[in-house]
């Protein structure tokens, strides 16, 4: 199969870049809807099955974490392979991605068929709690085939640059399960009254749905690779490769898992309300996180298929494009936070004392939003370069460094309010931190590649010496 040039490297970035991430935006954004329509509609039943979901939700970042973590690494080198024409190693990639997320699927079969108990004993003593939490997440994990397939396919769509119908795949599987939520949890339509299983059961249906409308476009249109069913088999060396960038990514995001539930177990000891609204606020920050999560998903093959060109100039434009956009949302989504806070979290039918915990908590948490975003935005520019272990020093030090230590230090002075001052605290931090990884990026990966230009011109006009010193640089 021949590759003829592809878009990432002829249209202009500013272009190209919103072309790529806009529809990426649009379909995260309905995600981010139907996060905040799911816990609104399980609050209508009460606030202890609101908290399970939020004692849930480490599990189930973590079982997102892996699914989008090796989508990372296949992203990576399918965009590579792309910019440098080769079709095979690109076919090789995504069928050996695909045999990755069902690998992945088993680990989350196994958890939900036997350790949900367990997990939700380690956090509270609540009977109500550990009931409505087992059944919510037994189901989400037992059909958790639909989340890994749906995220290895989209990353499929997205590595070669077709971000639409990315965005038609999420918000179908989106749009369904907000359909469903209130059928299934009220048993309206005729359909059993399920309460908070219905609420899990909408969620596996929605993401099977989105999974197999993926594979659908990928096998119908997606032209620059081959997914067959016999060549869904190991190779190691792919395997190798695809690691190399997705475990640091794995474990980044993974990170977020640990801290959520150490910071949910430090919350539960002043009052299961302010475990509530930590899950509230989760579901809330989505809103304003995954534009700039879709952002970094436009980004990414963009700047891989360039470094695959070495065409220096376009990866810089799309850095830098990447960040003015990334603070633009961030600071609208600033805005909106601290100006209603109150009307954000009546959505969710908040007591007095959930407002109480509440309205602080998110104009705290939210000052940070500005910083994250920038490192946000690098933390994938270091994936995009194959340097995941920067992203992982990145999170580590963020989230188990400071984000954690610190929130257990503020809960020491017996106020739950001083707790969110942490998250500001640990975005200074990790700002810090990218600002240096991103210059250790541009003269390592992005300056070098002046170099190689000249070595190329040099050799395509058998010239010993550049005649025009600094011409290169």
Same mark, same amino acid.
């Given at each position: 199969?021949?590759?003829?040039?592809?878009?990432?490297?002829v249209?202009?970035?500013?272009?190209?870049?919103?072309?790529?991430?806009?529809?990426?935006?649009?379909?995260?954004?309905?995600?981010?809807?139907y996060?905040?329509?799911?816990?609104?509609?399980?609050?209508?039943?009460?606030?202890?099955?609101?908290?399970?979901?939020?004692?849930?939700?480490?599990?189930?970042?973590?079982?997102i974490?892996?699914?989008?973590?090796?989508?990372?690494?296949?992203n990576?080198?399918?965009?590579?392979?792309l910019g #440098?024409?080769?079709?095979?190693r690109?076919?090789?990639?995504?069928?050996?991605?695909?045999?990755?997320?069902?690998?992945?699927?088993?680990?989350?079969l196994?958890?939900?068929?036997?350790?949900?108990?367990?997990?939700?004993?380690?956090?509270?003593?609540?009977?109500?709690?550990?009931?409505?939490?087992?059944?919510?997440?037994?189901?989400?994990?037992?059909?958790?085939?639909?989340v890994?397939?749906?995220?290895?396919f989209?990353?499929?769509?997205?590595?070669?640059?077709?971000?639409?119908?990315t965005?038609?795949?999420?918000?179908?599987?989106?749009?369904?399960?907000?359909?469903?939520?209130?059928?299934?949890?009220?048993?309206?339509?005729?359909?059993?009254?399920?309460?908070?299983?219905?609420?899990?059961?909408?969620?596996?249906?929605?993401?099977?749905?989105?999974?197999?409308?993926?594979?659908?476009f990928?096998?119908?249109?997606?032209?620059d690779?081959?997914?067959?069913?016999e060549?869904?088999?190991?190779?190691?060396?792919?395997?190798?490769?695809?690691?190399?960038?997705?475990?640091?990514?794995?474990i980044?995001?993974?990170?977020?898992?640990?801290?959520?539930?150490?910071?949910?177990?430090?919350?539960?000891n002043?009052?299961?309300t302010?475990?509530?609204?930590?899950?509230?606020?989760?579901?809330?920050?989505?809103?304003?996180?995954?534009?700039?999560?879709?952002?970094?998903?436009g980004?990414v093959?963009?700047?891989?298929?360039?470094?695959?060109a070495?065409?220096?100039?376009?990866?810089? #434009?799309?850095?830098?494009?990447?960040?003015?956009?990334?603070?633009?949302?961030?600071?609208?989504?600033?805005?909106?936070?601290?100006?209603?806070?109150?009307?954000?979290?009546?959505?969710?039918?908040?007591s007095?004392?959930?407002?109480?915990?509440?309205?602080?908590?998110?104009?705290?948490?939210?000052?940070s939003?500005?910083?994250?975003?920038?490192?946000?935005?690098?933390s994938?520019?270091?994936?995009?370069?194959?340097?995941?272990?920067?992203?992982?020093?990145?999170?580590?030090?963020?989230?188990?460094?400071?984000?954690?230590?610190?929130?257990?230090?503020?809960?020491?002075?017996?106020?739950?309010?001083?707790i969110?001052?942490?998250?500001?605290?640990?975005?200074?931090?990790?700002?810090?931190?990218?600002?240096i990884?991103?210059?250790?990026?541009?003269?390592?990966?992005?300056?070098?590649?002046?170099s190689? #230009?000249?070595?190329?011109?040099?050799?395509?006009?058998?010239?010993?010496?550049?005649? #025009?010193?600094?011409?290169?640089?």
């Amino acid at each position: 199969m021949q590759i003829t040039e592809n878009k990432m490297g002829v249209m202009p970035i500013k272009r190209l870049l919103i072309s790529m991430s806009l529809p990426i935006m649009a379909s995260m954004l309905v995600q981010a809807l139907y996060n905040v329509v799911d816990s609104i509609f399980v609050a209508q039943i009460n606030e202890n099955a609101l908290t399970a979901v939020s004692l849930a939700f480490p599990i189930q970042n973590l079982m997102i974490a892996i699914a989008v973590g090796t989508g990372v690494g296949i992203n990576s080198l399918l965009s590579r392979a792309l910019g #440098e024409k080769n079709s095979k190693r690109a076919s090789d990639v995504a069928n050996n991605g695909i045999l990755l997320g069902l690998l992945g699927y088993i680990i989350f079969l196994i958890f939900g068929l036997f350790f949900s108990r367990s997990y939700f004993a380690s956090q509270t003593q609540d009977a109500e709690i550990i009931e409505y939490g087992v059944t919510y997440l037994s189901i989400v994990c037992i059909g958790s085939i639909g989340v890994f397939m749906q995220v290895i396919f989209e990353r499929l769509l997205q590595s070669t640059g077709n971000t639409f119908h990315t965005m038609i795949t999420q918000g179908t599987g989106a749009i369904i399960n907000i359909i469903l939520d209130p059928i299934l949890i009220f048993g309206l339509l005729g359909a059993p009254k399920m309460g908070i299983a219905g609420a899990a059961v909408a969620t596996v249906i929605g993401q099977i749905v989105a999974a197999i409308l993926a594979l659908v476009f990928n096998i119908t249109l997606n032209k620059d690779i081959s997914i067959q069913t016999e060549s869904i088999r190991p190779n190691f060396k792919v395997i190798k490769d695809i690691y190399a960038i997705s475990i640091p990514s794995i474990i980044m995001l993974s990170i977020t898992s640990i801290t959520t539930y150490g910071i949910n177990n430090i919350l539960i000891n002043f009052t299961a309300t302010a475990t509530a609204v930590y899950g509230v606020y989760f579901k809330l920050q989505s809103f304003v996180f995954m534009p700039v999560f879709g952002l970094n998903n436009g980004m990414v093959p963009i700047i891989g298929y360039n470094y695959g060109a070495k065409n220096k100039d376009r990866i810089i #434009e799309t850095i830098k494009l990447s960040i003015i956009y990334a603070v633009v949302i961030m600071t609208i989504g600033l805005t909106i936070i601290q100006v209603f806070p109150e009307k954000l979290l009546m959505l969710f039918n908040a007591s007095e004392d959930m407002l109480s915990i509440g309205v602080p908590a998110l104009r705290i948490i939210s000052l940070s939003y500005i910083f994250a975003g920038i490192s946000i935005v690098s933390s994938s520019v270091f994936q995009a370069f194959g340097n995941g272990v920067l992203s992982l020093l990145s999170a580590i030090t963020r989230q188990l460094v400071v984000l954690l230590p610190v929130a257990y230090g503020l809960s020491l002075m017996g106020n739950v309010n001083y707790i969110w001052w942490s998250y500001p605290i640990a975005e200074i931090i990790a700002l810090i931190l990218s600002i240096i990884f991103l210059k250790y990026i541009y003269d390592n990966k992005i300056l070098p590649l002046n170099s190689e #230009e000249c070595i190329s011109t040099m050799i395509e006009k058998k010239e010993k010496t550049i005649t #025009e010193p600094g011409s290169c640089i």
